[in-house]
């Protein structure tokens, strides 16, 4: 596995092996992603004009990879946002602990596959924008 920080959010090129019947891509923990996969989830079927996520998680890092069409994810660390078009299923973005996340712009019969480093945990979760940047202002 390359360098990956794991205190910002980055976009991580997939191994992609090129093939006349089909193109195939892989994703390995704590090889081609710096965590081990616990839980993994997709959306789909996500109306015109409607935004997913709106919070952060504490302990979870995150990689979503746009399987199929395109979104926007807007990831704000408390003072930064960013913006990350994905668009192809060979690259993803990894998402440290403590970043806020939107998903957004979700284009027809798109599919975003999350995977994550720990499994479900309500408590992880930081739904209210203020309480978040209170937490970051509270961090180190």
């Not at 996969?37 to 302990?59: L, M, N, S």
């Not at 660390?77 to 403590?98: E, I």
């Not at 599919?111 to 479900?120: G, K, S």
């Amino acid at each position: 596995m390359s360098e990956i920080s794991t205190t910002k959010a980055q976009i991580i090129n997939l191994p992609k092996i090129v093939d006349r019947r089909g193109n195939l891509s892989i994703i390995e923990e704590m090889k081609d992603i710096p965590f081990d996969i616990k839980r993994t989830f997709w959306i789909y079927d996500v109306p015109g004009g409607e935004i997913r996520g709106g919070h952060a998680y504490r302990t979870t890092q995150e990689f979503i990879v746009a399987l199929s069409g395109s979104f926007d994810v807007i990831i704000d660390d408390g003072k930064v946002k960013q913006t990350f078009s994905l668009n192809r299923s060979y690259y993803g973005l990894y998402v440290p602990t403590m970043m806020w996340r939107q998903m957004q712009n979700f284009s027809t019969n798109s599919l975003a596959l999350i995977v994550t480093n720990t499994e479900f945990n309500q408590k992880d979760y930081i739904y209210n924008y203020n309480d978040f940047i209170k937490e970051k202002s509270n961090e180190k």
